[in-house]
């Protein structure tokens, strides 16, 4: 059980044009997800919280406009790159808690994203 | 607000040794604690938890940890170490005063083990 999918696990894209990646809770109900950011051989860098049926609280210095936060259901979170640039080439690591025992995170396996 | 150090940025242990992995922490309430190993290009795989109870918790692939409060402290453990525990682990931290706030994330420690 517990297992989240992420969705592509890598992606090239132009730069200029957007990347949309999902995340989804396959075996349960998610309220909250998280929407991590990693560097070579970096920890995670919490970007944003996203809430089912709401909007996502954004990490301080992280741009709401260029990364669009979609949570509309309770198996699914997007995350949208929007104008990526190649300074948006990344790791990108979605988690998700289970809305009833609400404890540890269960991870994605990860986005790699480069922009060209 | 809730942090967690690691202070080793690389452990190296020979296969069949011991290892030691180690993590502190600071919250302001009661910490959920957590262990999380990462392989390269890979999101990260839960190995265990402590959220009450017994100081000794026990997790995956034979990995333990123990949560000490007075050291503020929470080390990842496993008797004898294999090649494929090689990997980067990454020790985080949670408030429970906070419901719905994230966990915040060690800088990870990459463990190499040599055959």
């Known amino acids: 059980g517990a297992v989240v999918s992420q969705h592509p696990s890598w992606v090239i894209c132009k730069s200029g044009t957007s990347v949309k990646i999902e995340c989804r809770s396959l075996?349960?109900?998610?309220?909250?997800m998280f929407w991590y950011r990693q560097f070579p051989k970096q920890s995670l860098m919490l970007m944003a919280t996203?809430?089912?049926?709401?909007?996502?609280?954004?990490e301080q210095g992280v741009e709401k406009d260029k990364f669009l936060i979609n949570h509309a259901s309770l198996t699914l979170s997007t995350l949208t790159v929007t104008s990526a640039h190649p300074e948006d080439s990344s790791f990108y690591i979605c988690?998700?808690?289970?809305?009833?025992?609400?404890?540890?995170?269960?991870f994605g396996q990860g986005t790699r994203l480069t922009v060209v | 607000a809730q942090s967690v150090a690691q202070p080793e940025d690389q452990v190296n242990v020979a296969e069949g040794n011991p290892l030691t992995v180690k993590c502190t922490y600071s919250?302001?309430?009661?910490?959920?604690l957590f262990w999380y190993v990462q392989y390269p290009n890979r999101g990260l795989q839960f190995l265990l938890k402590?959220?009450?109870?017994?100081?000794l918790v026990k997790g995956s692939y034979g990995f333990e940890a123990e949560f000490n409060k007075s050291q503020t402290s929470f080390h990842l453990k496993k008797p004898s170490a294999l090649v494929s525990d090689s990997a980067l682990y990454f020790c985080?931290?949670?408030?429970?005063?906070?419901?719905?706030?994230?966990?915040?994330f060690g800088a990870g420690t990459r463990l190499t083990v040599k055959p």
């Open positions: 075996d349960f109900q998610a309220t909250t």
């Open positions: 919250v302001s309430g009661n910490p959920y």
């Open positions: 985080a931290v949670r408030d429970i005063q906070y419901n719905n706030n994230d966990m915040r």
């Open positions: 402590y959220i009450t109870g017994d100081n």
């Open positions: 996203s809430n089912e049926g709401s909007k996502a609280t954004y």
């Open positions: 988690s998700a808690r289970d809305r009833v025992w609400n404890t540890e995170a269960f």
